[in-house]
């Protein structure tokens, strides 16, 4: 159980850093400016097709869903919605772009861990793996495609145009803020891990924060500074006259006056305390416009908390499972059943899919029936490539689709957007387990040991 916990570890340090960035990206006005130009570039019509691609573009290059999700997911989020798409659908869109980039990406750490656990290498995992993932994905881009060119969306140039006005208010929009988004992406290429990545694109944030919207890290600053009348935490009230003092008096106008040309004679103090409160706490930036006000809000760390207890509580149960025995004693049973190789590959496919509800874990859905099943693969003449295959195709991408996951609670609390209202539009997470098993059925290369031949199935049910 310590050790399940401890595997966890790494994750909730991740999502601590995610919430951190989200709230600095966004008081410097990087997301902001991602949704302002993206307002110019994208329509409701291509916006679902777009956005997967885009997901998936940056997924393949860095490596990591999460990353992509954390950073471009969510600007695309924000476009979206203002664009007027339900928030499931771009939810499912960005998804299943970010999870089939990094399925496919050799920088990406499920990808080497497949491989690794079936026995063969990575290269021969990826080219053999595009079998059965590049049909998928197609189908998932013309799903989309047709969803929106069946008008999935209510946008007008004239709301688009109010968005952008409104966001132009209150940021100093400019395409230097694109620096911090190019920096993390290329470090996570040049394999930086993720939590250096991070923190950097993190700290990034706050600097550019103070160097490009001094006038909102002013105001906001003065509202975070309530002096006698302060606060509980991640929420934050300024004094008004008539306001009580602890002391049973109350602000008149000339006091309340007076705190606010001090708090804003101290930018310095003020530009400290809003960075800091947009890392670990509720940050909001008011627009007058309800829609657009909850696009310029964030948790930061505390809004984190919630899921990381989840993930906790979820690796505990999954640690609990496994030392019992239980899942094997499942697992067991169910191998003995597959007597064709295409039962066989369903069964994995199976036992992923169980183990990600289950041990509620990604790696375990891939560690696990990678060591079930390797012998078995081995002792019915099937090439490695078979099982690592399977366990990418089961045990990666379905993870997000489990609410008491670390991958689904991690992208429901990043989006904003509940599990199980963008799990039926994840696509490429639905159709991948179904495809493999579909390949498998009608006998299309299935690679036996020592050929790369495409071969029949050999064992009869």
């Not at 597959?338 to 990604?362: E, H, R, W």
Request: proline content about 3%; hydrophobic content about 50%.
């Amino acid at each position: 159980m310590i050790d399940a916990v401890s595997s966890a570890m790494n994750a909730v340090i991740i999502l601590l850093l995610i919430g951190a960035l989200a709230g600095t990206w966004l008081l410097s006005g990087i997301v902001p400016a991602m949704i302002y130009y993206g307002l110019d570039i994208l329509n409701p019509t291509i916006f679902l097709f777009a956005a997967c691609v885009v997901s998936a573009i940056v997924s393949l290059a860095t490596g990591s869903s999460w990353t992509t999700i954390a950073t471009v997911g969510v600007a695309l989020l924000g476009i979206g919605q203002a664009l007027g798409i339900s928030e499931g659908l771009i939810g499912g869109a960005i998804i299943s772009g970010a999870y089939f980039g990094d399925k496919m990406s050799p920088l990406s750490d499920t990808t080497n861990l497949a491989p690794a656990m079936a026995g063969t290498d990575l290269f021969t995992h990826i080219r053999y793996m595009s079998i059965t993932t590049v049909p998928s994905i197609i189908i998932t881009l013309i799903i989309f495609l047709i969803l929106g060119f069946l008008g999935q969306g209510e946008g007008s140039v004239e709301r688009t145009e109010q968005i952008q006005s409104l966001i132009g208010q209150k940021f100093n929009i400019t395409g230097w803020l694109f620096l911090v988004p190019v920096v993390v992406i290329v470090l996570i290429i040049r394999k930086v891990a993720a939590i250096p990545a991070l923190l950097v694109g993190t700290l990034l944030g706050g600097i550019f924060a103070i160097i490009f919207p001094p006038n909102l890290m002013r105001d906001l600053g003065v509202e975070m500074r309530a002096a006698d009348a302060y606060v509980v935490a991640g929420g934050f009230t300024v004094p008004t006259e008539g306001s009580a003092k602890d002391d049973g008096t109350y602000y008149s106008a000339g006091e309340v006056a007076a705190m606010q040309t001090e708090a804003r004679s101290d930018f310095g103090l003020n530009s400290f305390i809003t960075t800091m409160v947009a890392m670990y706490g509720d940050i909001s930036v008011s627009t007058g416009d309800d829609d657009v006000d909850g696009l310029l809000s964030t948790g930061g760390m505390y809004g984190m908390l919630n899921t990381i207890w989840l993930i906790l509580c979820a690796m505990v149960l999954g640690g609990v499972l496994e030392s019992a025995g239980m899942l094997h004693r499942i697992t067991d049973a169910v191998i003995k059943r597959a007597k064709s190789t295409t039962g066989l590959i369903g069964s994995t496919a199976g036992t992923c899919v169980f183990f990600n509800v289950t041990a509620s874990d990604q790696y375990l859905s891939i560690v696990v029936p990678g060591r079930m099943y390797a012998d078995t693969y081995k002792d019915r003449g099937l090439a490695p490539e078979n099982l690592s295959r399977t366990l990418e195709d089961s045990g990666t991408v379905t993870s997000v689709l489990v609410p008491w996951n670390t991958c689904g609670a991690t992208q429901a609390s990043v989006l904003g957007v509940a599990t199980l209202v963008y799990a039926p539009y994840c696509f490429f997470n639905i159709i991948s387990p179904i495809m493999t098993v579909a390949i498998a059925a009608i006998r299309f290369r299935i690679r036996k040991l020592n050929t790369t031949e495409s071969v029949e199935d050999s064992v009869t049910a």
